[in-house]
DNA sequence: CGCCAGATAGCACTAATAGAACTATGGCTA
DNA sequence: TAGCCATAGTTCTATTAGTGCTATCTGGCG
């Protein structure tokens, strides 16, 4: 099959994702709305990067483009799923592999090198973070509400749900590490540990 | 300051954080290290990316290099910290930005396109993720377990004793998942959704 | 007037992986 | 005893993934 036949990454397949609701969508859009609700559980792609991946979606022919009048002078390219993408993309919802998430946790990094750290200082770091999350929790609480407004969208918000309970427990286990930071920074006191 | 200034990325940091508890290692070594605690919460990276990161790292003059003959006549190379390193990842741990966690996680992924799935076998994925992530929650607990045996571990112990509550935490939400798509399941049923 | 929002696209660059190639030893087994 | 595999160890190439910046165009807002 053609010389294109390669499977896109999953970034790809996030992308076709979000055209599988049935909407005709133009980059811009996409770009939108994978900040406003992909974001939580997978992260959202630079604008570049959608675009490429449309070409590629268009070139495998799990889209289609058409130019659009938008107001007056200015167009747009409004991209559509054809079968073949719905086809594919089921597919691989229901047969590929299943792969542990990819966590890159700065946070947890820099406290795993505690011993270079003034105490005071990486407290700090986990409280900002814990801030961090918290708020992230609230903007997925406000995405599941809004999803749940909308027929059709059951699952995305059973996963915006998911996202905040993610971003709560994630708010727990900052407290719990706080802690232990602490717990740890009196032992080491006691010790007289590098004065 | 020289034609090389540019800052390591996140990934060079860790690797110069595997140097800063003193220890004398090979790439090699380095990289077994990686895959037996750094993966719990920033993944690891390959064998080629860890000898790319620690040639740069030489460059910026973090980290000194000598070969080293290891049995009879096989030799390999041993990287230590310097001073200027272990101020540079001090530098860093304590005052970088904290920023909010990388997450890519396919299977919310999948389970935000429920509507292109069969309900059973969306339903196989999410458990055989929750089999991972309780797999993987093991591997942290041995792993927090033989790093409290360490003296000067203390801050390892915590993080890989956080990488397990965060997979139990996981396995949690998996549990929750997988509750709310059999009531999502029941209710279409009940609407005749889709047949 | 300048800036921002909507919209698209290209370019340069970095990050990261996969895979092969090569050296070398020791143990297993047909 | 020859062949093969596993482990230790390093390096290189090819390729992809992904970001950030720049450029372009229009119209509305203050």
Redesign the pocket.
Known sequence: MGPEA?E????GWAVLGLLSFGREL????LKKWADSSLRFFY???????I??ELGRLERLGYVTSRVAA?????N???FRITAAGTNAITEWVQHSAVEPPVLKHGVALRAWLGHLADPARLRDVVVEHRDNVVLLAGEAAAASASAEAIDGWEFPALVTRWSQRYYESERDLADEMLADLDRLARKRRHRGHRA
């Open positions: 390669k896109p990454p999953p970034t133009s980059g811009y859009d992260w959202s792609p630079a604008s570049s990067q675009y490429a938008q107001d007056d002078l200015r747009k390219r409004l």
